[in-house]
């Protein structure tokens, strides 16, 4: 078992850049896939970016790309999510999730990940 925690959330304004940590304690962090979700209030969680064991695969919510950039450093038993190009949309409860199964693509469902931190909160000022 796993357990996450993010860092690194905080108010910016728009065009502004964060970057995201969510560090794993536990079981050895290099064994789970990681994703990044988002929650604005009143919306239900929705996928932002995943990104495999090894770190070779990425995969992005259309809304991410070109914008965000997920990587993990498996030695700091640490992901990031490095947003750029903030909009005020992007204002959110952002959690860091993992789950042990090797997926070969994309898997933005809640329900594919085990694991939770418990959110960040990024806010977007216009």
């Known amino acids: 078992q796993v357990k996450l925690v993010e860092s690194g959330g905080g108010l910016v304004q728009a065009g502004g850049s964060l970057r995201l940590s969510c560090v794993g304690t536990?079981?050895?962090?290099?064994?789970?896939?990681v994703a990044w979700f988002r929650q604005a209030p009143g919306k239900e969680r929705e996928f932002v970016a995943q990104?495999?064991?090894?770190?070779?695969?990425?995969y992005y919510a259309d809304s991410a790309k070109g914008r965000f950039t997920i990587s993990r450093d498996n030695t700091k038993d640490t992901g990031y999510l490095q947003m750029n190009s903030l909009k005020p949309e992007d204002t959110a409860v952002y959690y860091c999730a993992a789950d042990r199964t090797y997926y070969s693509d994309l898997r933005r469902g809640i329900r594919d990940y085990d694991y939770w931190g418990q959110g960040t909160q990024v806010t977007v000022s216009s």
């Open positions: 536990g079981r050895a962090f290099r064994i789970y896939q």
């Open positions: 990104i495999s064991q090894s770190g070779g695969a990425t």
